[in-house]
């Protein structure tokens, strides 16, 4: 891979001291430490959210989808035995829980007799008194939302895990159970579809 | 290589995620070929794009919130919930709709008490306790009509029946009607010079009826008076 081989090293260390840490906090949590239960959910909180909201594209939903992935690895903490890293367990369970509160919410709304008649969800975006970098932000935020909603559900996760969480190919790969080629295809058809969507916004 | 194998590879150039050989190859095309060269322009300028992309905020109260309810879930509290099926708190307020609808619970009256169950003795096989829990409750679903007795089911029955009686009777008449004309005993005469090949019936005077002939060219018919039976 490209990249300074001393950075590429130091962030390998950086990566397995967090490994460490994050293995011990999940031994402690299988014996039941709520102290350790709270580290990990501060520790991943932030990530899982951006996972999270960038595929199903509302705050309030992102939430609780974080709340229900961090439900479901207490479930399962004790059947983890390690084989991955926490932070690509985690990252498993949020990417499922996400796409699947994002299929079920939008059966929810295919079931609805009113959905074409329901109020709008309150927009979280600038008021009036929000400064103009901030209304320009939400406004990219707001294109980028409707421009992931037009992309193929796999090709999404895949962007969404190396482009905005800062994974590698090969961890997005383990993530999602596909090969390195395979991620490397979807991310490259989730941009140039974006391409297409973004292209008052990219120029 | 060819624009289809380098189409292959060009996210992970962009990315920097190729294998040193792998990169070499694809420069070595990327320097002749001017649309993938643009590709990878364009790949790189969406993924800047997406560098600048946040999601809004959370508030400290929020994540405070969340990880009590998980401290909770931890403690056991909530351990019946169901992961999937749990919706939040805004999807349980019933429409005005919905409200008529929705099933309601009617306890159950407790049961009539039972007789002393016997104690175990010490060492006996019965040590264990039953521990029961609190009277179950009913689900009623008003949505559906309860179940009553029709009072003209009856009715139903009858009209049923005089049909079916009335088929049976029109598929007899048909029979009747379609009957083959009887046998004139008079009219048929005793042949002895032809085989007799089958017994065909019996008519309605109980006569035997004979056949004698071949299978597709019937020569005669005679009838003969059947024996009194007894």
């Known amino acids: 891979m490209n990249g300074d081989p001393e950075q590429n090293g130091a962030g390998d260390q950086t990566a397995a001291r967090e490994a460490e840490r994050d293995g011990a906090l999940v031994e402690r949590l299988k014996e039941g430490d709520t102290k350790a239960l709270d580290d990990l959910f501060r520790r991943h909180r932030d990530a899982a959210y951006g996972i999270a909201y960038r595929l199903v594209g509302s705050r309030e939903d992102a939430l609780d989808v974080v709340q229900e992935s961090f439900i479901h690895v207490m479930r399962g903490i004790e059947g983890f035995r390690g084989q991955s890293s926490f932070r690509t367990w985690l990252y498993r369970i949020v990417t499922h829980a996400a796409l699947d509160y994002r299929r079920y919410r939008s059966h929810r709304r295919a079931e609805s007799l009113d959905a074409e008649n329901a109020p709008e969800p309150a927009a979280e975006g600038p008021t009036q008194q929000t400064p103009p970098e901030e209304a320009a932000e939400h406004d990219l935020r707001r294109a980028i939302d409707e421009a992931l909603a037009n992309i193929s559900e796999k090709n999404r996760a895949a962007l969404v895990l190396y482009a905005m969480e800062g994974m590698s190919y090969k961890e997005v790969a383990e993530v999602l159970g596909i090969s390195v080629g395979t991620v490397m295809s979807r991310i490259f058809n989730a941009r140039q579809r974006l391409r297409e969507l973004l292209a008052s916004e990219i120029g | ?230």
């Open chain 2, 1 to 230: 290589m060819n624009c289809d194998e380098a189409k292959q590879m060009l996210a992970g150039y962009a990315d920097g995620e190729l294998s040193p050989l792998e990169n070499d190859a694809l420069a070595a095309h990327l320097e002749q070929c001017g649309r993938c060269r643009q590709i990878v322009h364009d790949q790189q300028r969406v993924q800047h794009v997406l560098d600048q992309y946040e999601p809004p905020p959370v508030a400290d109260d929020q994540w405070d919130a969340i990880a009590q309810s998980l401290r909770t879930e931890l403690a056991g509290s909530e351990a019946q919930t169901e992961l999937k099926t749990r919706p939040r708190i805004a999807d349980l307020e019933p429409t005005p709709e919905a409200a008529v609808a929705v099933a309601v619970e009617e306890p159950v009256p407790p049961p009539p008490p039972r007789p002393a169950r016997e104690v175990p003795q010490p060492g006996s096989r019965i040590e264990r306790q039953v521990i029961r829990g609190p009277a179950p409750t009913r689900i009623v679903d008003r949505t559906r009509p309860r179940h009553r007795p029709a009072p003209f089911r009856w009715m139903a029955h009858l009209v049923g029946a005089a049909a079916a009686a009335a088929v049976v009777l029109l598929g007899l008449a048909a029979l009747w009607l379609n009957r083959a004309p009887p046998l004139e005993p008079s009219a048929l005469a005793r042949q002895d010079d032809v085989d007799i090949m089958e017994l065909r019936m019996l008519d309605e005077h109980h006569n035997l009826v004979f056949f004698a002939g071949e299978a597709d060219d019937v020569a005669a018919i005679w009838v003969e008076p059947d024996e009194p039976s007894g």
